[in-house]
């Protein structure tokens, strides 16, 4: 058949792509860039008359909240399985529509699908269809390959304002069962941020771990921001990351980032999903070292141990004086999650002459909470094991864990905490018999 008239018969509706739902529907959306938004815009329309669905589903942005998100009448009709949580994820948890999925980002996917094998509905955005009959699901490969080989049914929310990055999914026009097309703006994130003077400090510290040459992955926020905004007296950095920032953006437009010296992927930045602005958008997809790739490769422990002078530069919520690092829940309120947290801080600590580093203020709530603390705090979810911990800096200083007993750990992490409290963590260090 003629591929033009091909895709005219696969044209369909909004309408005709919430009538494909029916109940026990397994559906898996796209993430972030490929967030199915006119799905979820719409969703509100049908979900009332179905039941016992599983929608798995990312976070758009800040909080960004759909109709059928504030239906709290779903209750018992529809389950949100989502492994990363932003603020309104975690009022759809406290309605009883959402729960978290534990995980780490290369393979959770795979393991939800080890469980549950068939996903009914694979839902996404995609660029328009290039001369070779595929269509790009680009800006997010964190889960949606896995989700779109197992899929019964794919449907695509086709939008030409979606940017194409290079190395993104493509799904073959053979394989679509329902293309609804589409025109709104591709999402734009505002993460740039100014950083605190606390920020800055920290970033000179971390600045001193990173040397020309070496390969880095950095989060989201401020700290990182600041963090990487002290690399642009560096010379050919690698990148490495699951996630593409504004910051690296502007380090491989000034060329510090080069990708020259790594050992494997070498002249690529790799990466697996896109939170940016215009400018960013359009680095990433005309520069050509760029190449994302699935979190299954980028987020892969040993691939990211294979990479030499790995560097990877994370935050944390609190971390106890032995050296276990949270950082994704406020006690036993889950208020982020897992992502890629383990998956960095094995590959990096493996990596030869590799440097897993977290960077964090010494205090929260303006200075009235100390995140050095004797123990988690009860509930507090352990997403780095200290076996793990490597280097911790607080704009006091600089703690090594690699190596180091308990003892040594404890009086080190004293010393970087807010002054305020490094009595009480020293007599809370010798009741519990760490110093």
């Not at 964190?142 to 086709?158: C, F, K, Q």
């Not at 690092?325 to 383990?342: D, L, V």
């Amino acid at each position: 058949m003629d591929r033009n008239l091909e895709y005219r018969e696969k044209v369909g509706t909004v309408e005709d792509m919430l009538a494909t739902l029916r109940d026990a529907d397994v559906i898996c959306g796209g993430g972030e860039l490929c967030e199915p938004q006119l799905f979820y815009e719409n969703f509100h329309r049908v979900a009332p008359r179905l039941s016992d669905i599983e929608l798995i589903k990312g976070k758009r942005g800040s909080g960004y909240v759909y109709p059928f998100m504030e239906m709290p009448e779903l209750r018992g009709r529809l389950n949100m399985v989502c492994h990363l949580y932003d603020g309104a994820l975690r009022k759809c948890h406290d309605m009883g529509i959402a729960s978290h999925l534990p995980s780490n980002l290369h393979d959770m996917m795979r393991r939800r699908t080890e469980y549950k094998p068939v996903i009914h509905k694979f839902i996404a955005a995609a660029t328009p269809m290039d001369e070779n009959g595929n269509f790009a699901v680009s800006g997010s490969g964190m889960w949606e390959e896995d989700a779109y080989l197992h899929a019964e049914t794919v449907i695509l929310e086709v939008n030409p304002n979606l940017p194409r990055f290079p190395g993104a999914l493509e799904i073959p026009l053979e394989k679509v069962d329902l293309i609804v097309e589409a025109d709104y703006p591709a999402t734009l994130y505002d993460v740039r941020s100014v950083p605190t003077e606390t920020d800055l400090k920290i970033g000179a510290y971390a600045a001193d771990f990173v040397h020309d040459g070496d390969c880095i992955q950095l989060g989201l926020g401020g700290m990182p921001d600041a963090v990487g905004n002290s690399f642009f007296d560096k010379k050919d950095l690698g990148l490495h990351t699951e996630l593409f920032t504004p910051v690296m953006g502007d380090l491989i437009e000034a060329g510090v980032i080069t990708g020259a010296r790594k050992n494997i992927d070498t002249g690529k930045h790799v990466g697996n999903f896109i939170l940016g602005d215009e400018k960013l958008y359009k680095i990433m997809s005309t520069n050509p070292g760029t190449w994302f790739r699935q979190a299954s490769y980028t987020n892969d422990p040993f691939v990211i141990a294979s990479i030499d002078n790995m560097v990877s530069i994370n935050t944390a919520m609190e971390i106890d004086l032995t050296g276990q690092i949270c950082s994704e829940t406020i006690g036993p309120r889950q208020y982020s999650g897992t992502g890629g947290a383990f998956d960095f801080a094995y590959g990096a600590q493996h990596s030869r002459g590799g440097r897993g580093i977290i960077a964090m203020s010494a205090t929260a709530k303006r200075g009235t909470i100390s995140k050095i603390k004797p123990i988690l705090t009860p509930g507090s979810v352990v997403t780095i094991s200290r076996n793990l911990a490597d280097i911790i800096i607080t704009e006091y200083g600089v703690a090594y864990m690699r190596g180091r007993t308990v003892k040594e750990r404890a009086l080190q992490l004293i010393q970087i905490a807010h002054p305020d409290f490094r009595d009480e963590l020293t007599f809370e260090a010798k009741k519990l018999g760490y110093i």
